[in-house]
């Protein structure tokens, strides 16, 4: 077993870390263990976690439930290929997603990531207009500041800009992208913000596939929360033009906004679905792509009669019985009433915040909360700064957010949303 400063160095010679550099002094810290909304380094310390793992771990970390399904699934088998087996875990939990999601929702594939679920939505979407005989339309249309993952696919319905299309300009598929909303959550949608949208889809239907976007709240590519009156419009705007609505709600699926999925603030349905995330209460990695009967069936009969994908690791055991687990808990939970609690103590928690120069916007929906800075954050000066004050947060570029597990208690919360306050106050005397 290796000793703390082993750790760190071996760490820091051979570990690549999300979006980062080799070589570079970066804080690290090693974590021991987690427990509830609390996560233990190997130093003692133990902080409040302010992200679920990347909106992940919704009901805390070492859930007693989740554990034990997870145990037990593995006293039968940890994995068998899909290809040719079906088994329980998989079946009870595609059951489950398609009973909870929107009612036109009809399949599941199971995929291992949410680039990934990503990535067969787009294949699903163009197989679709192949199998109508409409091979032309292969193209997606998206909305600037979006993110859906890594992968090729993923990265070239993007952000541009975030995306940093022009270091793979070679590669990426060129895509159709329109301006992004500014009307706000609450708040109707104007002309002027719907018009980038309606003018690619004249312009260009014969061509698009789908339009991909995240519901209600763009995440990494910004954390911007806009109006379900802009949603609305769109998808009257995919059935006039010809055209497929994929949400990727993988960051918000599962109450993260205050409803089990974005899309019924609009109360509108997506021809295809992108579940991922908080799906195994952030066990293991898991996603899904869902989609109605109308694609599905278009897909198995027509050219070349099949849906060409099929990962290894699809639907495996361990992962969907942690996903079952998870969904009983929320369900069974008082979810609902809980978000509204954290959204209100997120609100006059972080509403301070403002009146800081450097502040641009404060923001909240749900279990959510973001303050936008003018500037970027400088994260190798702030991140201890948040350690220090036994809170994990982690933000990037101008944003600092929070999106705690569901179970958070008040204590904790607060101690979130006051670290913020006052580590950002600092950062007005320090730079
Ligand atoms: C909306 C959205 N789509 C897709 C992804 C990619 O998911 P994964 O990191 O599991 O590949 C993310 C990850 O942050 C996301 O927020």
Not at 218 to 225: D, T
Not at 281 to 305: H, R
Not at 381 to 401: K, S, T
Request: charged share 15%.
């Amino acid at each position: 077993m290796l000793n703390i400063s082993q750790l760190l160095e071996s760490d820091r010679n051979c570990v690549w870390h999300p979006y980062s550099a080799m070589g570079v002094d970066l804080p690290i810290y090693p974590v021991k263990s987690a427990q509830g909304v609390h996560i233990k380094l190997v130093d003692g310390r133990e902080l409040v976690d302010g992200m679920s793992s990347w909106w992940s771990a919704i009901h805390g970390y070492n859930h007693p439930e989740i554990n034990q399904a997870v145990y037990n699934q593995l006293q039968d088998m940890a994995h068998v290929m899909f290809g040719g087996l079906t088994h329980q875990p998989a079946v009870e939990l595609a059951t489950q997603l398609v009973e909870l999601t929107p009612d036109s929702l009809k399949t599941v594939f199971f995929v291992d990531s949410g680039s990934v679920a990503v990535e067969v939505a787009m294949k699903m979407a163009v197989q679709y207009w192949y199998a109508k005989k409409q091979p032309k339309k292969q193209k997606m249309l998206t909305i600037r500041h979006g993110y859906h993952g890594d992968t090729f696919g993923a990265m070239s319905v993007s952000d541009p800009v975030n995306g940093m299309h022009s270091l793979f300009s070679e590669v990426l598929i060129e895509q159709f992208f329109a301006e992004s909303p500014v009307c706000k959550f609450g708040q109707p949608c104007l002309e002027s913000d719907i018009i980038s949208l309606q003018t690619q889809l004249k312009k260009n239907h014969a061509q698009i596939a789908a339009v991909i976007v995240e519901p209600i709240v763009q995440g990494a590519g910004g954390m911007r929360i806009y109006s379900a009156d802009y949603l609305k419009q769109l998808r009257h705007f995919c059935d006039q033009y010809d055209v497929l609505l994929i949400l990727d709600e993988i960051a918000t699926g599962f109450g993260r906004t205050g409803k089990m999925f974005a899309c019924e603030h609009a109360d509108i349905e997506p021809d295809i679905l992108c579940l991922g995330k908080a799906l195994t209460g952030g066990y293991m990695t898991l996603a899904a792509t869902l989609t109605n009967v109308d694609i599905a069936q278009t897909i198995s009969e027509g050219e070349p009669g099949l849906f060409m994908h099929g990962p290894t690791f699809m639907a495996n055991p361990l992962a969907c019985s942690a996903g079952l687990a998870s969904l009983k808990i929320l369900i069974d939970s008082p979810w609902h009433s809980r978000i509204k609690h954290i959204e209100q103590l997120l609100k006059t928690g972080l509403e301070p915040c403002r009146q800081y120069g450097r502040v641009k916007d404060v923001r909240v929906l749900g279990a959510i909360g973001v303050v936008e800075l003018h500037q970027a954050v400088n994260i190798k000066q702030i991140q201890p700064q948040f350690v220090e004050a036994g809170v994990w947060i982690r933000p990037f570029n101008h944003l600092i957010y929070l999106m705690p597990p569901y179970i958070i208690g008040d204590d904790d919360l607060n101690l979130l949303t006051h670290s913020i306050c006052n580590i950002v106050s600092n950062i007005q005397e320090t730079l």
